[in-house]
Nanobody, 124 residues
Framework: QVQLVESGGGLVQAGGSLRLSCAASGRTFSNYCMGWFRQAPGKEREFVAAISRGGDITYYGDSVKGRFTISGDNAENTVYLQMNSLKPEDTAVYYC?????????????????WGQGTQVTVSS
């Protein structure tokens, strides 16, 4: 089993920044990719960003392109999501996820492990 623990969420004003962290522990595997998704009340889970094991491939959802950056620290088994220029519509619970393959995906159904989520609230 793999455990994923998110941190870094909170309340921020519009235009501000936050950095989310996701620490992975438990069983480790060499070929996997990581993703961030978010879910606002009454809405479906939405893809935010994903990154390959080596960090050479990254995908972003259209609504966050140019504002969010995903990165990883393989030595620490941690993935980050730097969120800049935050908007009220970014308010959601943000989930970290891991997929046991080198193929990066934007589909939540493709991910095998999930964290508990961290709340991000952006005030106007």
């Amino acid at each position: 089993q793999v455990q994923l623990v998110e941190s870094g969420g909170g309340l921020v004003q519009a235009g501000g920044s936050l950095r989310l962290s996701c620490a992975a522990s438990g069983r480790t595997f060499s070929n996997y990719c990581m993703g961030w998704f978010r879910q606002a009340p009454g809405k479906e889970r939405e893809f935010v960003a994903a990154i390959s094991r080596g960090g050479d491939i990254t995908y972003y959802g259209d609504s966050v392109k140019g504002r969010f950056t995903i990165s990883g620290d393989n030595a620490e088994n941690t993935v980050y999501l730097q969120m800049n220029s935050l908007k009220p519509e970014d308010t959601a619970v943000y989930y970290c996820s891991a997929r046991r393959t080198v193929i990066v995906s934007m589909r939540s159904v493709d991910y095998d492990y999930w964290g508990q989520g961290t709340q991000v609230t952006v005030s106007s």
